[in-house]
């Protein structure tokens, strides 16, 4: 971005040097040199990532989900595993689906109709000082059992993507109506394209988790994971959570950041539907 910005600047002075005529080429060069910078910026949240002093990153999702959704969460499981600092493993799910709460260190996936709130899925994640203490995601069959969103495109794109989200990844892109980008941390409308993750979202992986973190003694590990993380998502004011849900459909803003007191946070990232009619 930052480059982007300083070259513009410089195409910009030159700009005014020159005569009017010249003006479509350099505005030519501005496209060409900016939309690359645009799709190699950087979209990880915060630098937000999980505590480990080995690589591949090993974590397990816990599986709370029905059988409609059963294959798509191995899917994402082993499509974002192929990075070389990922590892997850889908195991057996510790939660009941509509209350999809994560105990410490945990990550819980899970489905059910909850309701026409404007969204597809919900990831959550909760961080101590810049680590990730648990995670969990929810897809809402309220729409996936609508004709327009009940299809193996919409649902591997969404369910990908909020997984993403549990490792710290943000979106590559937000725009429903431009090129899609190929990878499922982007919105379009036409899902087709962006089912999976692409190289952009595997190099952003590397370079968030290309460092390793310290061996922890128990002790550690209890600060490590801070005071919030211990609390159940039930106690931590899921009635707050959806009012600002409600207030955050009226923008379509799609990720939004909480502070909970002495360094601890939630991140919560949306995938709003486009079409909930139908
Ligand atoms: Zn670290
Ligand atoms: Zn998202």
Redesign the pocket.
Known sequence: MKLAKITKRAIMTTMKTHKKGYKALYLLIILSLLTPAFASASHSWGGYHWYRSINPLSLNLGDNVSSQWDAYLGEASSDWSVSEVIDTTVIKGGTTPRICSAKTGKVEICNASYGNNGWL?I?TIWINGLHITKGTVKVNDTYFSKSYYNKPEWKRLVMC??V??IFGL??QDENNYNTPLGSC?D?SSNPVPNQHPNAHDYEQLLSIYSHLDAVLGATSQQSLFGRYAAMNAGDLNVNDLQNEIKELRDQKI??MERKLGSGEKVVT???WADNSDN
């Open positions: 899925g990831a993507q909020e993403g989200h943000s979106h941390m919105y799609s990720s990232f949306i995938y």
